[in-house]
Nanobody
Framework: QVQLVESGGGLVQAGGSLRLSCVAS????????EGWYRQAPGKEREWVVS???????NYADAVKGRFTASRDNAKNTVYLQMNSLKHEDSAAYYC?????????WGQGTQVTVSS
């Protein structure tokens, strides 16, 4: 069984910062957290960042230069440091993991940025 748990969301003023965490647990071999997505009310879930097992990253244009993803493989954890937050960053943030052909999502953590 695989469990992904996101945390670190909250309410922040525009221009502020938050750090999200995604911790993976489970007994499935090869489980890898691949990145972050977000979904605002009434909108489709959108990709935010991908991160390789080695830590290489690729960002959506909307967050490039403001968000930084990193990982601690020893802790099975991926982080998302979000700086210079904007109102349009408000959304539920989800991490995605894969093990072979299977995809896993966490329950999400809510980020609300007040303007």
């Amino acid at each position: 069984q695989v469990q992904l748990v996101e945390s670190g969301g909250g309410l922040v003023q525009a221009g502020g910062s938050l750090r999200l965490s995604c911790v993976a647990s489970g007994t499935i071999s090869g489980l890898n957290i691949e990145g972050w997505y977000r979904q605002a009310p009434g909108k489709e879930r959108e990709w935010v960042v991908s991160i390789t097992p080695g830590g290489a990253t690729n960002y959506a244009d909307a967050v490039k230069g403001r968000f930084t993803a990193s990982r601690d493989n020893a802790k099975n954890t991926v982080y998302l440091q979000m700086n210079s937050l904007k109102h349009e960053d408000s959304a539920a943030y989800y991490c995605l993991a894969r093990a072979g052909p299977r995809t896993y999502w966490g329950q999400g953590t809510q980020v609300t940025v007040s303007s």
